[in-house]
C-alpha cells in the first residue's frame, strides 16, 4: 500500500528558506509522480507543486511559483520541496501525495496514499 | 486553470440522513474526479476515484457520480464518523485542483 512521512517543518521568519522532505516505503517509488499539498489554517487543499515519476517535468502553483522548487532522489526513495523567500500566507501544513493512475476505457488518477504532514510557521 | 466549484459549502444533517456534495468544473474533466474526507489532524482519506470507484476499505453507504462537468458524492445514512469536511480533487489538468470543500455538522 505504501507509506509516506514527512519532515523539516518549523517556524520560519518571512524571507527565509526551508527544505521539506517526505520519505516513501512500501512502494517502487520511481514509478509514480508524487505532489505537495498544503491547508492553510481554516482555509481549504490547494495542490503546489507536481514532479513525474522521474523528475523530468515538475509544475507549480502560481502562488509559490519562482519562490519554491521540487525535486526527487529516487535512490533515497524521498521527495523534497525547498521553499525561499517565505512569507505568512505560506503558513501551511504541508502533505505529500502520491500520484496513482489507471489506464484504459475508464482511466483517472488520484491521490493515495498521503503522509500525515508536517506544519510551517512563517512568523516574526 | 481548471477551477471546481463545491456546493454546498456547509451542512447540518443527522445521523441516517441522505447526503449529497456537488462539484462542477469549468471544462469537461471526463471521470478525472477523487473525493477525499478530512478530519482535523490527520492526512485525506479517499473515498471515490474516477468519480464513481469506490476505494477498497470505504463503506458501501458513499457513492460517487457523474461525468464531463457535473459530479455528485452521496453518503446514503449519514453516520456519527462520517461529520468531517468533504473535498473533490480534479485530476485530469497537470497541476490538479481541489473543490473549496463541504463542512458535514452534525444537526
Known amino acids: 500500500q505504501g507509506q509516506l512521512v514527512e519532515s523539516g517543518g518549523g517556524v520560519v521568519q518571512p524571507g527565509r528558506s526551508l527544505r521539506l522532505s517526505c520519505a516513501a516505503s512500501g512502494f517502487t517509488f520511481n514509478d509514480y509522480a508524487m505532489h505537495w499539498v498544503r491547508q492553510a489554517p481554516g482555509k481549504g487543499l490547494e495542490c503546489v507543486a507536481v514532479?513525474?515519476?522521474?523528475?523530468?517535468?515538475?509544475y507549480y502553483a502560481d502562488s509559490v511559483k519562482g519562490r519554491f522548487t521540487v525535486s526527487r532522489d529516487n535512490s533515497k526513495n524521498t521527495l523534497y520541496l525547498q521553499m525561499n523567500s517565505l512569507r505568512a500566507e505560506d503558513t501551511a501544513v504541508y502533505y505529500c501525495?502520491?500520484?496513482?493512475?489507471?489506464?484504459?476505457?475508464?482511466?483517472?488518477?488520484?491521490?493515495?496514499?498521503w503522509g500525515q504532514g508536517t506544519l510551517v510557521t512563517v512568523s516574526s | 486553470d481548471i477551477q471546481m466549484t463545491q456546493s454546498p459549502s456547509s451542512l447540518s444533517a443527522s445521523v441516517g440522513d441522505r447526503v449529497t456534495i456537488t462539484c462542477r468544473a469549468s471544462?469537461?474533466?471526463?471521470?478525472?474526479l477523487n473525493w477525499y474526507q478530512h478530519k482535523p489532524g490527520k492526512a485525506p482519506n479517499l473515498l471515490i476515484y474516477?468519480?464513481?470507484s469506490l476505494q477498497s476499505g470505504v463503506p458501501s453507504r458513499f457513492s460517487g457520480s457523474g461525468s464531463g462537468t457535473v459530479f455528485t458524492l452521496t453518503i446514503s445514512s449519514l453516520q456519527p464518523e462520517d461529520f468531517a469536511t468533504y473535498y473533490c480533487?480534479?485530476?485530469?489538468?497537470?497541476?490538479?485542483?481541489f473543490g473549496q470543500g463541504t463542512k458535514v455538522e452534525i444537526k
Open positions: 501525495a502520491r500520484e496513482k493512475s489507471r489506464d484504459g476505457p475508464h482511466s483517472a488518477s488520484w491521490f493515495d496514499p
Open positions: 471544462e469537461s474533466i471526463r471521470r478525472y
Open positions: 480533487l480534479q485530476s485530469y489538468s497537470t497541476l490538479p485542483t
Open positions: 474516477g468519480a464513481s
Open positions: 514532479i513525474w515519476y522521474d523528475g523530468s517535468n515538475k
